[in-house]
């Protein structure tokens, strides 16, 4: 469905990065997102505690990333996994209809990142920043001992990103700790986007 609609809305994009697009739009990220904005976790029967604090943890995250956090907050997965499955559902009472069943959810999916405000995932983007600016950049892995990531550019630490949950979200908060410290810091304001 996603994919369809960003092949007509955007019929001058590439292959790549109409991917790119549909990936960031039905990711687990994004999927818990409806989930959240629908309270369709209160309709779970769920007796563990530590879930409804991820919830919540999700939850006020959400706030500091309103569209996407490009993997710097790690969802609760069954959140995702309600919204497919409801998606599911109508999909199978719209007979089998791709078009029937997009006219029913493609609101409930709504903010849909668009081309205009798809962003680069935050360790592509330090890599391209650096490289750009000829800044050499080591992403250092101290997961298994302090649960953390630390960014080191032209030898000097400028960030750190932590998560208790999964490396891939301390190192992409890290990365994007160091991309905001980089930019901070270099003499003229150049970001990945500038040609």
Same mark, same amino acid.
């Given at each position: 469905?996603?994919?369809?609609?960003?092949?007509?809305?955007?019929?001058?994009?590439?292959?790549?990065?109409?991917?790119?697009?549909? #990936?960031? *739009?039905?990711?687990? /990220?994004?999927?818990?997102?409806?989930?959240?904005? &629908?309270? $369709? @976790?209160?309709?779970?029967?769920?007796?563990?505690? #530590?879930? *409804?604090?991820?919830? /919540?943890?999700?939850?006020?995250?959400?706030?500091? &990333?309103? $569209? @996407?956090?490009?993997?710097?907050?790690?969802?609760?997965?069954?959140?995702?996994?309600?919204?497919?499955?409801?998606?599911?559902?109508?999909?199978?009472?719209?007979?089998?209809?791709?078009?029937?069943?997009?006219?029913?959810?493609?609101?409930?999916?709504?903010?849909?990142?668009?081309?205009?405000?798809?962003?680069?995932?935050?360790?592509?983007?330090?890599?391209?920043?650096?490289?750009?600016?000829?800044?050499?950049?080591?992403?250092?892995?101290?997961?298994?001992?302090?649960?953390?990531?630390?960014?080191?550019?032209?030898?000097?630490?400028?960030?750190?990103?932590?998560?208790?949950?999964?490396?891939?979200?301390?190192?992409?908060?890290?990365?994007?700790?160091?991309?905001?410290?980089?930019?901070?810091?270099?003499?003229?304001?150049?970001?990945?986007?500038?040609?």
């Amino acid at each position: 469905m996603i994919a369809k609609e960003h092949y007509f809305a955007y019929p001058d994009l590439s292959s790549k990065d109409l991917t790119d697009l549909r #990936s960031v *739009n039905v990711d687990t /990220e994004k999927l818990a997102r409806v989930g959240i904005k &629908y309270n $369709l @976790h209160n309709h779970l029967r769920c007796q563990i505690q #530590s879930f *409804n604090e991820q919830v /919540e943890e999700f939850r006020s995250a959400t706030l500091e &990333y309103p $569209l @996407h956090s490009l993997g710097c907050i790690n969802p609760p997965k069954v959140l995702a996994d309600i919204v497919e499955a409801l998606i599911a559902a109508i999909y199978i009472d719209c007979n089998f209809s791709i078009d029937i069943t997009w006219q029913a959810v493609k609101d409930m999916l709504q903010p849909l990142i668009t081309p205009e405000t798809l962003e680069i995932q935050p360790v592509t983007k330090i890599m391209q920043l650096c490289q750009k600016n000829k800044l050499e950049i080591n992403i250092v892995d101290n997961w298994d001992k302090t649960r953390e990531f630390e960014c080191f550019v032209d030898g000097k630490s400028v960030a750190k990103g932590k998560s208790s949950q999964t490396k891939d979200t301390a190192r992409n908060r890290a990365a994007y700790n160091a991309y905001e410290q980089v930019i901070e810091n270099l003499p003229m304001k150049t970001t990945v986007k500038d040609h």
